[in-house]
């Protein structure tokens, strides 16, 4: 395509003139030019491949051949609204409930995540008849108003708590008040949510639902306590409100042991209601929110309909159907669980030999390197986890950094990731961590002072960031 061969710099000068400053790059003072992708990689203007960890949306690989004919095969017959009867749209449905609990059984077609969060909101809303809502610290479930509401991620830079707004601690036992010493975990962070609750009613509030990310991605690659959804959802429950299971970020096997995360809190466990997107389009504009007859009787009682122009179209419909089938097909839930479990032991190698790595947590292929400056206090390294994110990526490894404290390194590739993507990653890392430590003696100054970047090697002062260059494929 033409505007593959623009300059990078022309490109770069074209959208800051054109595209606001809120909408940032990845890199900013020195962003990637991507112009292909395909499986777990990704290529620049000048043929460089990286291996890409940061994209959970390409869920089965980027353009992957199966899911890009289904997209056309349909747009060359008919893609239009779902007001008209078509197969697609039952026959996803159909799919979709094969996999999840039988009680959720009913299924509304979306475009985005927040799109289906949102919906999910007014469901609980019109359900419960009640309008406050519970949730974790430093989530994220959104960019709509209505979602920013509810994520302390976002409102806490904006305009802060709403009334109606109440936030528990999130259940982290490597940095929260109960950690991995406590005897009961789930029990002690799910009683936070009743006393959060209480609180609440002791205002007059009353509780619509309760969010969570199945396992908080923003919030630091975090992964709940055993027993902790069940604990929460009698306390939300009793106090009239719906639990909802935020899938966005990790459902369709990418946990490997089960196709939804929130399934890794054992079989007894039920959401009301699960969002999900992302990953069900493999990059296509489709979302989806699954709730139980209950729940959704109580939205048709308003009498009111509910229409999404495009969402559950023909073609979305196909490209999520696509998806089912690869991930059947070339069993990539295993395959999740196979080099998830691999690079997990790699990465906790290296934990033993770096100090600055002080927790790796994480199940399947959704993983996060918890970077401290102190082993003791868990400080979080955020210059140092900036500077190995961008080491990486002058490796051909783009990888990401986020946490409250902005030091988690987060793996949560294409599912197609293998496992001599993992054995280079790891390397790679070890090297840039080893070569931190014999310039800075960090084995030392983790323990005595905070890291700074202007004394890692190749930089001039904190955010620098060395420019790289571009490897021929």
């Not at 909408?23 to 460089?48: N, S």
């Not at 029990?187 to 639902?209: D, L, P, T």
């Not at 929110?289 to 109580?298: C, E, K, L, P």
Request: overall charge negative; proline content about 5%; aromatic content about 8%.
């Amino acid at each position: 395509m033409a505007t593959d061969q623009r300059a990078k710099a022309d490109t770069l000068s074209l959208r800051q003139r054109l595209l606001s400053s809120s909408c940032r790059l990845f890199f900013p003072e020195d962003p990637v030019k991507i112009v292909r992708g395909q499986g777990q990689y990704l290529y620049d203007e000048q043929g460089g491949e990286y291996i890409d960890c940061i994209n959970n949306v390409a869920h089965v690989g980027h353009c992957h051949p199966l899911v890009v004919q289904a997209a056309h095969e349909q747009n060359q017959v008919l893609n239009t609204n779902s007001r008209y009867l078509h197969d697609n749209i039952v026959d996803y449905a159909q799919r979709l409930s094969e996999t999840l609990p039988e009680k959720l059984c009913v299924f509304y077609f979306l475009n985005s995540g927040s799109e289906a969060n949102d919906l999910a909101l007014r469901l609980a809303r019109q359900y419960t008849g009640h309008q406050d809502v519970v949730v974790l610290d430093h989530a994220y479930h959104g960019h709509l108003s209505s979602l920013i509401d509810i994520s302390p991620y976002k409102f806490r830079y904006l305009d802060g708590q709403k009334e109606w707004v109440h936030v528990a601690p999130l259940p982290d036992t490597y940095r929260g008040p109960y950690r991995e010493d406590h005897p009961n975990p789930a029990v002690a962070y799910a009683n936070e949510v009743k006393r959060v609750v209480s609180n609440a009613q002791e205002k007059g509030r009353k509780i619509a639902a309760f969010f969570m990310e199945s396992l908080p991605s923003v919030g630091g690659q975090i992964i709940p306590p055993a027993g902790y959804f069940s604990q929460v959802a009698e306390h939300i429950h009793r106090a009239g409100g719906v639990f909802v299971a935020d899938e966005i970020q990790v459902g369709f096997g990418r946990v490997g042991k089960h196709f939804w995360a929130f399934q890794l809190q054992g079989e007894d466990f039920v959401p009301d209601i699960v969002t999900m997107g992302k990953s069900i389009g493999n990059g296509h504009p489709i979302a989806c929110v699954a709730t139980t007859q209950a729940v959704s009787r109580a939205f048709e009682a308003t009498g009111v309909e509910y229409f999404n122009t495009f969402g559950g179209s023909p073609v979305s419909c196909a490209v999520g159907l696509a998806v089912l089938d690869v991930l059947e097909k070339e069993q990539l839930q295993a395959h999740a669980t196979c080099v998830g479990s691999f690079l997990m032991e790699l990465l906790r190698q290296q934990k033993a030999k770096h100090p600055i790595i002080g927790d790796v947590r994480g199940v399947g292929l959704f993983i996060g390197v918890d970077l401290v400056q102190d082993e003791a206090t868990r400080m979080p390294a955020t210059q140092e986890a900036d500077y190995v994110v961008t080491r990486l990526k002058e490796n051909y490894i783009l990888l990401s950094a986020d946490g409250p404290g902005r030091n988690i390194l987060k793996f949560k590739p294409p599912m197609c990731f293998s496992l001599d993507n993992a054995q280079l990653v790891v390397t790679k890392l070890d090297a840039i961590l080893t070569d931190m430590e014999e310039k800075v003696r960090s084995c030392e100054t983790l323990r005595l002072q905070p890291c700074s970047v202007k004394h890692l090697p190749g930089s001039t002062g904190p955010g620098c960031r060395a420019a790289a260059g571009s490897r021929p494929s």
